[in-house]
């Protein structure tokens, strides 16, 4: 015959758990994945705004655009998206208290699809930026906009892929954003400016697309917060506009054959696979299937190491690039000009 003692142990007091399901403590009902969700909507909800746009629409008359924006200083400035703020310089800002502001854009980027604009306003509440590139596949995101201006609108995923690849236009020029963040955090356009947030609630993207059917449905992309979006940011607080040089090249990451990787420590390389007639890249002899390994002394490995070291320092200066190409190692000078978007 089974012990009483131990069945009573297993089963323990009926009455005590009819109780406890009956009365739920609200904090215990929370599990830890919905204490995350809620304290980063706690903690990002006030330094959201709902962006609301006045822009030029179709002959001659006025429309307004809406998107969200993240506050990155106490005195003003907010982080958004560049096509929310596309064909217009002014607007307001509103938040969920209530409070409504208006804004100038202080300058946009479309080539990265960052713009900053300014609120008339002082003592916001800041988010914290973080950064991307510690982000891992599987991790928790928190997506935050404010599409209304009432309440804030928040939804959680995981980080499905890293690396992605977003392309940009500006006038005649193109390029890729690199190293985006696909999420699977639910998006919608009103979303577009609006934080993409850690499970401490820094801001580590700022949402900018959401793919559509056939494509990947229910997926979300967003711009990095990292060192290169940093210095995008911070030109356009200071200077309205962000300067790339430009070589004229296009390539990927390619194996470095196992000679080179030894002499250079490094297992990886960006090919050129394409060379633009006129460009500083031709007139300085770069060829198609070079293997590109430093610029001006910086290792390269990949687009965004390429993209991060063409920047207003490197235009009109001499810059050497150091390749790989037919079993040996070259350096060749090469000037980039300014890119220009024209």
Not at 3 to 21: E, H, K, N, T, W
Not at 94 to 99: A, Q
Not at 212 to 225: D, E, H, K, W, Y
Not at 278 to 295: H, K, Q
Request: aromatic share 2%; proline share 5%; glycine share 12%.
């Amino acid at each position: 015959m089974a012990d009483v003692r131990f069945i009573d142990a297993i089963l323990g007091d009926d009455q005590a758990s009819s109780r406890s399901r009956q009365e739920p403590d609200e904090d215990e009902a929370l599990d830890a994945y919905s204490r995350i969700i809620t304290h980063v909507a706690d903690v990002l909800a006030p330094s959201v705004a709902s962006l609301r746009v006045a822009r030029r629409a179709w002959r001659g008359v006025e429309g307004e655009g809406t998107g969200s924006g993240v506050v990155i200083t106490p005195d003003g400035f907010i982080l958004t998206s560049a096509h929310v703020v596309a064909g217009t310089d002014r607007g307001s800002a509103s938040f969920v208290d209530g409070r409504e502001f208006g804004i100038d854009v202080v300058g946009s980027d479309p080539l990265s699809d960052l713009a900053v604009v300014r609120a008339s306003a002082a003592a916001l509440t800041a988010a914290t930026l973080g950064d991307a590139s510690r982000l891992r596949v599987g991790q928790l995101v928190v997506a935050i906009g404010n599409p209304l201006g009432f309440a804030g609108s928040v939804t959680a995923g995981v980080v499905s892929a890293l690396g992605r690849s977003l392309p940009t236009r500006a006038g005649s020029a193109t390029r890729m954003v690199e190293n985006v963040i696909q999420t699977d955090a639910a998006l919608h356009p009103g979303n577009s400016g609006g934080a993409l947030a850690d499970s401490v609630g820094r801001v580590v993207g700022v949402n900018t697309a959401v793919v559509g059917p056939g494509i990947g449905q229910g997926l979300g992309l967003a711009v990095p917060i990292n060192q290169t979006t940093r210095r995008i940011v911070a030109a356009l607080m200071t200077e309205g506009r962000f300067r790339r040089a430009y070589l004229g090249i296009a390539g990927g990451p390619r194996p470095l054959p196992p000679k080179a990787a030894r002499e250079v420590n490094r297992e990886v390389g960006v090919e050129i696979v394409q060379v633009m007639e006129g460009s500083p890249a031709a007139r300085a002899g770069l060829r198609p299937e070079d293997l590109i390994l430093e610029v001006d002394g910086t290792a390269i490995e990949s687009v965004d190491d390429l993209q991060r070291v063409m920047v207003t320092e490197s235009i009109g200066r001499r810059v050497a690039v150091r390749i790989h190409r037919d079993g040996r190692i070259l350096s060749i000078e090469v000037t980039p000009i300014e890119l220009t978007t024209s």
